[in-house]
């Protein structure tokens, strides 16, 4: 056996068994069918050969493969080679078709009883199912007829009331009994109460045409999608439930129902309710939540509810005759669209709750404060911002929902998280304080007017009535000064005069306008306080300084007779006293008195500190004195002023002494002294050497003064001076005291307190200014910082560039190669001089600063422009450079400043044809490098020269 090719697993076509093939191709035509089958049942006894034949491609020959060893070999072996078939006899052939033929018959009528049995089958199973279909439907029918049966004899037999009621709940009956429509008949009552809920009706049947006397029917959790009009015919109906339901649009004849009082539509596919709705005014409680509602029928406002519910509809806005029920008390509106409220929707006076949840209301109309018996108010998840000033009139409030308002300013977030009690405190104290700088407004306004008329009372010459008569100012009043004037002449006098001369003057000082309505003024006037009290007081007979009475003959008449200037004020009690008021006739009026200006509550506090501090001198004083007395009055009290009074005299009466004794050395005459004894001057006239003799004289000098008849009554005047002089002592010392006690508190208040609120504003704004003066100031430096890097590196290009400039280009003939020699150093190479071998390593392009260029148009600013934006007021900023840029190209300086890309530094040699297109656009900068860069070397080259001059 020959060797087996190396590439033996190449895929072959397999040895062809054509023997069968042949032998049926040389049968006749007519007998080709039995004939195969006979030849298919030959050929499955021929032996196959064990060997498998493939073909070699490199060879180009066939070898075989052994199918069980799987040896290969190029040539079959000789007990394999041929396999020699003898043709089958004709006796064989026609037995093996008439074999065949019996075959296919058996095996029709075997198919023929499998198909017959399969039908009778089939056939008993349908009659079995249907027979158990039957049984199933009777079943659910008797099912279905003991439950409305057993309904309808519950409704008929139970004796607690007068009238029938049927329930039949979630029983998925699917249809309306006849035994509803014969109840009355079979149990002799009227069927009143129907409840059918989630039984899967698709209509209400004939309900309304056999069951007329219904007061409640409730049809919810069905599948009914259309009310007929026969509805109507339900005169009686009190109570109509068609929750969770598939209708889509309700009849026209639900307004015919007078009687309905409750009408439940939730859970349908509604998209808008017939307007004949707005006839039923007896309804109480309409429920359309859960549909596709779009508007509710304009003349809503038409019925008496007391509930709406309409949450989760698509409602934009409720109609305006919704405000006209006066009734409601309960209206949903969650889960719409709605951006605002009815303007009128103060007019509900009985609301008590009022949810708006998930809607888009921005702002709350102020009518909403009117709702005093509102207790409830769902406002979350909507875009409101703050509530209305006069919320706080919400007494009743007792639940309130804000959260999910982003843009919620007031109240507070944590105002609104402590509750409906917290935010009408808050909006209390809101209101108190707006509407008192409104009234002090209002107050100032008129003040400003008052003074205005004081100040140009010649505009007044024309009137029918002198200004005296109408008007004073100054009057004084527990130490204020008021005006004084008619309140009617404010309106029809003062007001109109002004308003004229503001059209015709414009250097008038003060108010040019007055818009406030006359109810707010005299509001504001009687209600507002000031840290002084009420600015404003009204009397019955103020007294003006002319009268302009008229008698019924409209003459002239004097109301008062004519009084002296002391009888007049002991006769006035009222407000209008004042102390500079002349005698004369005096006009008793009613008059408005108004103070001239308003006391802050910081100079009542001071004028209160004051006044404590005055009364406690006053009381240390009034003590020092009271003390001092009854020290001089005590025993004593009164040996000591004896004493020290005689000693002051007996002082006194030997100066006098002394000094007479001094002029008689000198002129030789007699002092005349009745307070010193003859004798005694004789002994003067002696010489006293010793000083116990000068003692001695002293002391008879004493003696004789103490008996002197004189000597009494001198010591009492000078016991009235000394007590005098101690109570006064005392009252000055104990004044000081309590001035130190007072100058004590006050740095005490001080310290404790700290600053004032104007010291703290001026430290404030001191503060502000430094750190604003100090961050412009930064900000300048910063400003050249950047400017100054900006020209450095645009320096160092143009230095770059002038290097570059100092290489020559020269041809090597010998190397046919081109070579740069530099001008400076006779240096040459090869290499071809580029830019970036003369920039520092990692150089760019440095970013135009923000400061240089113009943010509208993009542009590069023009130095005067940068200087004054560099422009400092510190004397730091004197102490700069000056240097500047002149104004590049626009639209290149445009280009870097929005880019803010690198530019690439390219020889003009190197660039190609789109380079240079785009380079034509940085002219302009490169122009600007090139300035600024000579003038940072020139000053670099002027420093260098001055540090040489000074070494």
Same mark, same amino acid.
């Given at each position: 056996m020959a060797a087996a090719p190396l590439h033996s697993s190449i895929a072959g076509n397999p040895i062809r068994r054509n023997t069968v093939h042949s032998i049926a191709s040389s049968q006749p035509a007519q007998a080709q069918t039995s004939r195969t089958s006979s030849a298919i049942s030959h050929a499955a006894s021929i032996p196959t050969?064990?060997?498998?034949?493939?073909?070699?491609?490199?060879?180009?020959r066939y070898y075989h493969i052994h199918k069980e060893s799987g040896e290969s070999v190029w040539d079959v072996p000789a007990s394999h080679a041929n396999i020699t078939l003898s043709a089958p006899s004709a006796d064989s052939q026609i037995a093996a078709a008439t074999e065949a033929q019996q075959y296919?018959?058996?095996?029709?009528?075997?198919?023929?009883?499998?198909?017959?049995?399969?039908?009778?089958?089939?056939?008993?199973?349908?009659?079995? %199912?249907?027979?158990?279909?039957?049984?199933?439907?009777?079943?659910?029918?008797?099912?279905?007829?003991?439950?409305?049966?057993?309904?309808?004899?519950?409704?008929?037999?139970?004796?607690?009331?007068?009238?029938?009621?049927v329930r039949v709940s979630w029983q998925k009956l699917g249809y309306i009994s006849t035994q509803i429509y014969d109840f009355e008949r079979d149990f002799g009552r009227k069927l009143t109460r129907l409840c059918i809920e989630g039984n899967s009706l698709q209509s209400i049947g004939a309900?309304?045409?056999?069951?007329?006397?219904?007061?409640?029917?409730?049809?919810?959790?069905?599948?009914?999608?259309?009310? %007929?009009g026969d509805i109507s015919k339900l005169h009686q109906l009190q109570r109509l439930n068609l929750l969770q339901n598939q209708l889509e649009i309700l009849p026209n004849e639900i307004g015919e129902l007078s009687e309905l009082r409750e009408l439940e539509v939730a859970g349908n596919c509604l998209v808008e309710l017939p307007p004949s709705i707005c006839l039923l005014h007896d309804l109480k409680r309409l429920n359309v939540e859960c549909n596709s509602l779009r508007e509710l029928p304009e003349h809503i406002g038409d019925m008496a509810c007391q509930e709406l519910n309409a949450n989760s509809n698509a409602l934009s806005s409720l109609p305006c005759s919704i405000v006209r029920m006066p009734n409601l008390r309960h209206l949903c509106i969650n889960d719409n669209r709605i951006d605002c409220l009815p303007l009128d929707v103060g007019n509900l006076r009985h609301l008590e709750v009022l949810h708006a949840s998930k809607n888009r209301i921005s702002e709350l109309p102020t009518s909403i404060c009117r709702l005093a018996s509102l207790q409830s108010l769902w406002l979350d998840f909507n875009k409101t911002t703050a509530l209305p000033a006069d919320f706080y009139q919400l007494r009743r409030l007792q639940e309130l929902k804000m959260e999910g308002n982003p843009d919620m300013v007031l109240p507070p977030v944590e105002k609104l998280v402590e509750g409906a009690r917290a935010v009408l405190?808050?909006?209390?104290?809101?209101?108190?304080?707006?509407?008192?700088?409104?009234q002090q407004s209002i107050v100032m306004s008129v003040q400003d007017i008052l003074r205005q008329v004081g100040?140009?009372?010649?505009?007044?010459? %024309?009137?029918?009535?002198?200004?005296?008569?109408?008007?004073?100012?100054?009057?004084?009043?527990?130490?204020?000064?008021?005006?004084?004037?008619l309140p009617d002449a404010l309106w029809t006098v003062f007001i109109p005069k002004l308003k004229d001369l503001w059209s015709r003057s414009e250097h008038v000082v003060g108010i040019r306008s007055f818009t406030y309505d006359r109810r707010d003024v005299e509001q504001a006037l009687l209600e507002f306080r000031d840290a002084g009290g009420r600015v404003a007081r009204h009397d019955s007979k103020a007294r003006f300084?002319?009268?302009?009475?008229?008698?019924?003959?409209?003459?002239?008449?004097?109301?008062?007779?004519?009084?002296?200037?002391?009888?007049?004020?002991?006769?006035?009690?009222?407000?209008?006293?004042?102390?500079?008021?002349?005698?004369?006739?005096?006009?008793q009026r009613p008059a408005l008195f108004l103070r001239m200006s308003l006391v802050k509550e910081k100079d009542m506090a001071e004028k209160r500190r004051t006044n404590v501090e005055k009364a406690r001198i006053d009381a240390a004083v009034e003590s020092a004195e009271l003390g001092a007395k009854r020290h001089l009055s005590s025993d004593e009290g009164q040996q000591h002023i004896r004493k020290q009074a005689e000693e002051r005299v007996v002082a006194e009466a030997l100066s006098k002494l002394v000094a007479a004794d001094a002029n008689h050395d000198d002129d030789g005459s007699d002092a005349d002294n009745e307070d010193v004894p003859s004798t005694f001057e004789t002994s003067t006239t002696v010489s006293i050497g010793s000083t116990v003799r000068q003692e001695i004289a002293r002391r008879a000098a004493v003696v004789k003064i103490r008996l002197h008849p004189n000597f009494g009554r001198k010591v009492q005047r000078m016991e009235e001076k000394i007590r005098r002089d101690y109570i006064s002592s005392e009252v000055d010392r104990r004044r000081m005291l309590a001035e130190e006690t007072n100058r004590k508190m006050k740095t005490i208040r001080h310290n404790w307190l700290g600053m004032s609120v104007d010291e703290a504003f001026r430290e404030w704004r001191t503060a502000i200014r430094r750190a604003k003066r100090g961050k412009r100031r930064d900000m300048k430096a910063k400003m050249r910082t950047e400017r100054l890097k900006y020209e450095s590196e645009l320096a160092l290009k143009e230095y770059a560039k002038r290097q570059l400039l100092l290489w020559d280009e020269y041809w090597d003939e010998y190397n046919d190669a081109p070579y740069?020699?530099?001008?400076?150093? %006779?240096?040459?190479?090869?290499?071809?001089?580029?830019?970036?071998?003369?920039?520092?390593?990692?150089?760019?392009?440095p970013d135009l600063p923000s400061h240089m260029v113009d943010r509208e148009t993009g542009n590069m600013l023009s130095r005067p422009e940068v200087r004054e934006a560099e422009m400092d007021t510190d004397e730091s900023s004197s102490e700069e450079d000056d240097s500047g840029y002149e104004s590049p190209n626009d639209a290149a300086n445009s280009m870097a400043a929005s880019r803010g890309s690198k530019v690439s530094f390219l020889l003009p040699d190197d660039r190609d044809e789109e380079g240079k297109d785009n380079a034509n656009g940085k002219v302009g900068a490169e122009a600007e490098a090139k300035a600024a860069a000579e003038r940072i070397l020139e000053r670099r080259k002027h420093i260098l020269l001055l540090k040489r001059q000074n070494r």
């Open positions: 050969c064990p060997f498998e034949k493939h073909f070699d491609p490199q060879t180009g296919a018959t058996e095996q029709a009528r075997k198919r023929q009883e499998r198909i017959a049995i399969a039908q009778q089958y089939n056939l008993e199973r349908r009659t079995e %199912d249907e027979k158990a279909r039957k049984q199933s439907h009777q079943a659910e029918q008797s099912r279905q007829y003991a439950l409305w049966r057993a309904a309808c004899e519950r409704g008929g037999i139970d004796t607690s009331t007068t009238d029938g009621s309900i309304p045409v056999y069951c007329t006397h219904l007061v409640h029917l409730s049809l919810a959790s069905n599948n009914i999608q259309q009310l %007929d405190r808050w909006s209390e104290c809101r209101y108190a304080s707006s509407k008192n700088a409104r100040q140009n009372m010649m505009l007044f010459s %024309d009137y029918c009535q002198p200004l005296d008569s109408m008007f004073e100012a100054n009057v004084e009043f527990k130490g204020h000064l008021f005006y004084q004037f300084r002319r009268c302009s009475c008229k008698n019924n003959s409209e003459g002239k008449k004097a109301c008062n007779q004519q009084r002296s200037h002391r009888d007049t004020m002991s006769r006035r009690t009222s407000i209008s006293r004042r102390s500079n008021k002349p005698g004369g006739w005096a006009c740069w020699i530099n001008r400076h150093t %006779d240096e040459s190479t090869y290499e071809e001089p580029r830019l970036e071998r003369f920039l520092p390593e990692g150089w760019s392009m």
